[in-house]
């Protein structure tokens, strides 16, 4: 098993433009989530999905969008970026929401100029 | 809103010392407690957790305590090694409408020193 996958690993942008982040799970988990990780803040969350076709915000939403048209795959989008979202973006699913360890994708490292 | 205070922010001790890191949480309905280990460039991955109904997990160096009443965790980790070298995240986890919401503290980044 692949676990969770991130693609890209590395992204450079220019303010305004568009890109989107794609996340795959082959643990047929129900939970999956967007984290963005910046210095000395931590992890917050920005999007998850309880499961297939739902989506709710997080803490950290603005800016972003996401879809999860297929159980194993969760897209973040950036519509407009903006040098703010300069950040590593982690991934992470989970079988339920309770009591379970999150496995986490590598991250992807996103600049924007 | 829900809120989990990490301290300290670095942490530096001596290969074969011990190691504490502390936690706070806000929400008293928060009832699961795991500890994430992210080494340089790589994801997190979870080292230890309790749940409410524990006041102590111990795997091998490492440990957590949990106070409910104060609602203070804290991860020891008992002689250090260099490869104990990382940045650690504290969570904790409160039923949210039908989802159980997971808050990150800031993180520790600790540095075993051989």
């Known amino acids: 098993n692949a676990g969770v996958t991130q693609t890209p690993k590395f992204r450079v942008l220019k303010t305004g433009q568009s890109m989107t982040l794609l996340c795959a799970q082959d643990m047929n988990h129900e939970y999956m989530y967007w984290y963005r990780q910046d210095p000395g803040m931590g992890l917050r969350l920005i999007h998850y999905s309880v499961g297939e076709g739902t989506t709710a915000k997080g803490e950290v939403p603005d800016g972003y969008n996401v879809s999860r048209l297929k159980k194993q795959n969760f897209l973040l989008g950036l519509e407009s970026a903006a040098p703010s979202q300069t950040s590593v973006y982690f991934c992470?699913?989970?079988?339920?929401?309770?009591?379970?360890?999150?496995?986490f994708g590598p991250g992807t490292r996103l600049t924007v100029l | 809103g829900e809120n989990v205070e990490q301290h300290p922010s670095t942490l530096s001790v001596q290969e074969g010392d011990s190691a504490v890191i502390k936690c706070t949480y806000s929400?008293?309905?928060?009832?699961?407690f795991p500890w994430y280990k992210q080494e340089l460039g790589k994801r997190p991955q979870l080292i230890i957790d309790?749940?409410?109904?524990?006041g102590e997990k111990k795997d091998q160096r490492i440990a957590v305590t949990l106070n409910k009443t104060a609602k203070h965790f804290s991860l020891h980790i008992t002689e250090t090694q260099p490869e104990d070298s990382a940045v650690y995240f504290c969570?904790?986890?409160?039923?949210?409408?039908?989802?159980?919401?997971?808050?990150f503290g800031a993180g520790t980044r600790l540095a075993v020193h051989p």
């Open positions: 309790i749940r409410s109904n524990v």
């Open positions: 992470a699913s989970t079988e339920t929401s309770a009591y379970n360890e999150q496995f």
């Open positions: 969570a904790a986890s409160t039923p949210s409408g039908g989802y159980n919401k997971l808050i």
């Open positions: 929400d008293s309905a928060s009832n699961y």
